[in-house]
């Protein structure tokens, strides 16, 4: 165990990572070391930010401290402590479970670790995060909770209503990013399309993002987690005039029969969807959709299942995943519907999906050969260089790998002639001439 060392260990989305950056910021102004997702957990203070969507993010979650506990059974850590959106949302029955943490907190009391700790918690640092993501980029996220209801979902059980952060305090956030070196945003929110509403009464998005553009420096603006319905179509229009918003945008559909739909509460029908994916392409030409579905909600037939397989062939969508139905307690789905689709069903639908995107992703992948695309990038691998285009978010997209037989800046943009492709990946080579 290591003094005045702190584990910091975060599962769960990239909200989940902007809430640890702001924690391990905090704590090394109170002078400790910090270490994010180490490979040795070996701190005096091991701290686990968890994941409540879903049943398997629970277990990932779960198990993660169960195996802490045992650490610190036997001397290798010292306190632990549990936050974020499982604790935030099972807070007594964890308590209860895992007698081997020392203190609990929610999703939006973490700050309470340092004063508990008798440290101090500042207000006003000039830089609020240590970034975990490569220097050159960072998530930015525009507001916290959810009003929607959509009967699988229990993320407002977590996280409440809909709250905006403000418009000024978002851009001079972006503006001390770009001043640190991070060229590239990742707008992130539960419901990113209704940013605005509660503030100024009206969805203030497209008003947002052309702020941010406006930030001298950052050259890649990427949006995360829109919403279908109500979509304030200013964004398109911003999307095409500024030419640092990527031509790429991620909005959860989740599924395209309307009885599954209305049994989802998602206030859209397949007509609405059908419409709006046509305006979005017709008015953000050569935009990248990336979508997620829901296999097996309850109610789902094998009608509706072809409804959506079909939907997929058609639409094409450039980016997708897919994931099985979860009985979420406190969900209106959990409380109004039974579970009726056994998990066998689920998978054989997920997997049937999967395979019709897979050859869907190969096949537009296949058509950036000779092409030659702004590439970012990220790290360097072995043999290769990783970087990224303008439609490919970190982590979730696929990648665009270089030999490394000549020396590339991490961090940089190049131009880079696309050689050969497979479902995951490009392949391309540079001239070296960078494009920024």
């Not at 009206?202 to 553009?213: D, G, K, N």
């Not at 739909?261 to 709006?276: G, N, P, S, W």
Request: charged share 30%.
């Amino acid at each position: 165990m290591r003094k005045n060392k702190v584990d910091i260990i975060t599962l769960g989305c990239s909200k989940n990572l902007v809430d640890s950056e702001r924690l391990i910021r905090q704590f090394k102004a109170n002078g400790y070391t910090v270490a994010h997702d180490p490979d040795k957990v070996n701190g005096e203070i091991v701290i686990v930010n968890t994941c409540g969507f879903i049943e398997a993010a629970q277990d990932e979650s779960l198990k993660m401290i169960i195996e802490l506990e045992e650490a610190k059974q036997h001397g290798r850590i010292g306190q632990l402590f549990v936050m974020g959106c499982l604790s935030e949302r099972f807070m007594e029955e964890m308590k209860a479970e895992l007698p081997g943490v020392d203190r609990f907190y929610g999703k939006f009391n973490w700050q309470n670790i340092l004063r508990d700790l008798g440290k101090s918690y500042y207000l006003d640092l000039p830089d609020g995060r240590t970034l975990t993501t490569p220097a050159h980029y960072a998530y930015i996220k525009v507001s916290e909770g959810c009003d929607r209801r959509c009967s699988y979902c229990a993320i407002p059980v977590m996280t409440g209503r809909h709250k905006s952060r403000p418009m000024d305090e978002i851009v001079a956030e972006a503006r001390s990013l770009a001043v640190g070196g991070v060229k590239e945003l990742q707008v992130i929110a539960q419901d990113l399309t209704y940013y605005g509403k509660d503030l100024y009464s009206r969805y203030a998005l497209p008003e947002l993002v052309e702020r941010l553009a406006d930030v001298e420096g950052i050259e890649w603006i990427r949006l995360h987690y829109g919403y279908p319905a109500h979509f304030p179509y200013d964004l398109l229009r911003v999307i095409r005039e500024r030419s640092n918003v990527c031509n790429y945008l991620d909005i959860a559909l989740q599924h395209i029969s309307d009885p599954v739909l209305r049994k989802m509460r998602r206030d859209i029908t397949r007509d609405e969807t059908y419409r709006l994916i046509e305006r979005i392409r017709n008015e953000a030409p050569g935009i990248h959709l990336r979508t997620t579905f829901i296999v097996g909600h309850p109610g789902e037939t094998d009608d509706d299942f072809a409804a959506l397989t079909a939907f997929v062939r058609e639409m094409r969508f450039e980016r997708m995943g897919a994931f099985i139905y979860s009985h979420e307690s406190g969900t209106y789905a959990a409380e109004h519907y039974t579970d009726d689709i056994p998990l066998e069903i689920k998978q054989q639908r997920l997997d049937e999906l999967m395979d019709i995107q897979q050859s869907i992703a190969a096949e537009i992948n296949a058509a950036s050969v000779g092409k030659v695309m702004k590439t970012i990038i990220d790290r360097r691998e072995g043999d290769y260089y990783v970087g990224r285009t303008e439609y490919d978010s970190p982590e979730i997209d696929p990648e665009v790998l270089l030999k490394a037989d000549t020396q590339l800046r991490v961090g940089q943009f190049y131009d880079v002639l696309i050689e050969r492709a497979d479902t995951y990946e490009l392949y391309g080579k540079t001239s070296q001439s960078k494009k920024n």
